[in-house]
């Protein structure tokens, strides 16, 4: 083992296919190196008949014909439907039956062997003489021929290949082991179940007992291995134990110390799968806190009860009641495949955090199967039901319980995740509308935790995305906002792995944030820009309205102008003005309250009207076009110390053109054009009406006077 050790893994993998190559061609050799007719025969009742004929030599109608006996120069014999026994383990009871069915393969071999030719006589008493070839066609090899020595090829290097990166390991040492006892019982049962009609008795005997002892070393191997994968649980010398009482038990019948060949060859192995059943519960209950040995032991027990499990059910188990399944071997040696992809999955770390989320409808789909074969077989044998009958009272029983009991569960569990949505969408609203402290990002970090039940949470600012990794040991969650970055470590108390449906909730967690979070930032710009209105409103109407009340001399007037303001003041508070207005109404009552603001401090205004102001228009651009006269109004009151104002309203098809001047003393600026000037809220106020719409407003010194210029667009607007 030390040479091996010191082998890189590539000359391992070169010597292990080397191996394989030149083993197949010795089985390709003793497979087509019999003699050949060029028939299918098939057992009917105590006799043999023709399936198919594929050699041109032999007339067609000779098909499905019973087949009394054969000859040559060297003898003849009466054929029997034993003769066409596929697997002796499945069908002789004892080695007296086993003895007797060889001496027929021996006497059958003899009449083919160093002949030319063969007769064929029929139950009809009708003859046929066939030419015998010496050897036979390789196309000609069965189907089954081929799968079985397919899967213990692919069984050979998926063990060496998993041997050649842990040769220092014992659990690696007996999986390769078992590799090649799969290769030993796959490819010599290859050549004997898919004979033709008889082959050397010797080599018969050779090729069957060792199928035997290598399923029985298949067997040992994996009771071995388990004492020491996932973990090791017993000490190095009870695999060789178990190993040498195999041995020990194949040559005791090799020796003859046994009657009962079904018993001998049967029993041992049975008693193996229950130890290996056995060891996988032990080793579920150690790896608790093991989560990707967990997960590893779960890739190992699923392919090894779909292989193994089924291959006994559907193979070895049917022989106990006397039923033939060696027909199905070839084919059945396909689920024993199964448990290397398993365990080369398993040990390779492949995806183990997949497994969870199927991993137990699984097992509880095959439980139904079994319950319906293992039913299926107790009718037959206890009650002496008829197949048709058991087979219908079964899927009957297990439709109404097993099915249904396994949706139950299934909902059980959907139930529970539905309701830990609810407590998820709480959390994370109370987390978007929390202040963005200290505990802030505790009730973020507190609700991985009761979503995981992780043993540990890190901060992490390099995460960019939902991920997993360390087999599956690991959570990532990026950064939102002000929130960290989390890396979430051994989920459910360390009991499990994260998996793919992990990262579905979790991406699920981090949009509902990120959406809840947009929706607060949403909501407060909007409460801002409602400020922001009201401010406006207030500054241009409300106080501009009072400012004119001030200035007042008559009660009755001052009074109007109040109740008008407290109007406009209810109006801005609700904002409930209908959405279109009568652009001509606004206008007049406009160019009225104007006129009166700016008579009271005697100045002059000069009102002119241009285009059809007929129209309906948005309540938004009323709303501008009035704050905008109102807020020019007022610092001409306030400021500008003029005796003449002018306002000239153009209305065009697209927009509106609003002109305001008066002949006071300007603002401060070192140009005519008003680009640096520090504008007050009034101007401020103008200039933002008129970009929420569109418009564009201007402010220009006249030297003397003031000049304001906005072009506000008519979107929106209907003809009255």
């Not at 949706?407 to 949505?421: A, D, F, M, V």
Request: with cysteine; glycine share 4%.
């Amino acid at each position: 083992m030390k040479i091996v050790a010191r082998m890189s893994p590539t000359t391992i993998l070169y010597f292990a296919t080397l191996f394989a190559v030149l083993w197949v061609s010795i089985i390709l050799l003793l497979a087509i190196r019999q003699p050949y007719l060029g028939l299918v025969f098939s057992p009917h009742e105590q006799s043999v008949i023709i399936k198919e004929i594929k050699t041109p030599h032999m007339p067609q109608h000779f098909k499905e014909n019973a087949v009394l006996s054969i000859s040559s120069s060297t003898g003849e014999i009466q054929l029997q439907s034993v003769d066409l026994t596929i697997e002796p383990d499945s069908t002789m009871k004892t080695y007296a039956d086993y003895r007797h069915f060889l001496n027929r393969q021996a006497q059958i071999h003899t009449i083919l062997k160093n002949n030319e030719h063969l007769t064929l006589t029929f139950v009809n008493q009708e003859s046929l003489e066939l030419p015998i070839a010496p050897v036979r066609p390789i196309l000609s090899l069965d189907v089954s021929f081929w799968i079985q020595i397919f899967v213990g090829i692919t069984s050979w290097l998926i063990t060496a290949a998993i041997f050649a990166f842990r040769t220092n390991t014992i659990a690696a040492r007996y999986l390769l082991l078992s590799g090649f006892s799969t290769l030993l019982f796959t490819t010599f049962a290859a050549v004997y179940t898919t004979r033709e009609l008889a082959i050397d008795a010797n080599l018969f005997q050779f090729l069957s007992d060792y199928n035997f002892f290598g399923g029985s070393l298949y067997i040992a191997c994996f009771i071995a291995l388990l004492l020491y994968y996932p973990r090791k649980i017993a000490p190095t010398w009870l695999g060789f134990l178990v190993i040498s009482i195999y041995v020990i038990w194949f040559i005791a019948q090799q020796r003859g110390f046994f009657v009962d060949m079904s018993f001998a060859r049967r029993i041992l192995v049975m008693i193996g799968l229950i130890c290996s059943l056995g060891l996988t519960i032990l080793h579920w209950q150690f790896s608790k806190r093991n989560p990707v040995e967990r997960a590893a032991l779960q890739w190992f027990l699923l392919s090894w009860i779909f292989g193994i499990s089924l291959f006994a059910i559907f193979i070895l188990l049917p022989t106990l009641f006397g039923i033939d399944t060696s027909a199905l071997q070839g084919y059945a040696f396909l689920l024993i495949l199964m448990v290397y992809i398993g365990l080369a999955l398993g040990i390779l770390r492949y995806r183990l955090f997949e497994l969870d989320r199927w991993w137990g409808r699984t097992i509880l789909l095959l439980v139904a199967i079994v319950v319906l074969l293992l039913m299926d077989i107790a009718l037959i044998n206890v009650l002496h039901m008829a197949p048709k009958h058991s087979l219908v009272f079964s899927v009957v029983f297990v439709g109404i319980l097993i099915l249904p009991m396994r949706i139950w569960i299934w909902e059980k569990l959907l139930k529970q995740g539905n309701e830990n949505q609810s407590h998820q969408f709480k959390k994370i609203i109370n987390i978007a509308l929390s202040s963005q402290d200290q505990n802030y990002q505790n009730q973020w970090t507190e609700l991985f935790q009761n979503q995981y039940q992780p043993l540990n949470i890190l901060i992490d600012n390099q995460i960019d995305s939902v991920k997993i990794t360390q087999d599956g040991l690991s959570l990532h969650i990026p950064a939102i906002e002000e929130l960290p970055a989390l890396t979430i470590q051994y989920a459910g108390q360390g009991r499990r792995l994260f998996s793919s449906q992990d990262i579905e909730d979790a991406n699920e967690i981090c949009e509902m944030l990120k959406y809840a979070l947009n929706a607060r930032q949403a909501y407060e710009a909007g409460t801002i820009e409602e400020r922001k209105r009201i401010s406006r409103d207030l500054h241009d109407n409300v106080g501009s309205q009072l400012v004119s009340a001030l200035h007042q001399t008559e009660n009755a007037h001052k009074n109007e102008m109040i109740r008008t303001t407290l109007m406009d003041l209810r109006q801005i508070i609700n904002n409930n003005l209908q959405s279109i207005h009568a652009l001509d109404e606004l206008l007049a009552n406009l160019r009225q309250e104007t006129s009166q603001q700016l008579e009271i401090v005697n100045i002059q205004l000069e009102w002119q009207l241009f285009g059809d102001s007929n129209i309906h228009a948005p309540i938004e651009l009323m709303h501008s076009l009035r704050s905008i006269i109102r807020e020019a109004s007022h610092n001409i009151i306030r400021h500008a110390n003029a005796t003449q104002a002018s306002v000239f309203i153009n209305i065009q098809q697209q927009s509106i053109q609003l002109t305001i001047k008066d002949n006071g003393q300007g603002v401060p600026a070192s140009n005519h054009e008003i680009q640096d000037y520090q504008e007050g809220h009034g101007l401020q106020n103008m200039r933002t009406r008129a970009k929420s719409l569109g418009g564009n407003i201007t402010y220009t010194n006249l030297f003397p006077g003031f000049s304001i210029y906005a072009e506000l667009p008519l979107d929106g607007a209907q003809h009255a």
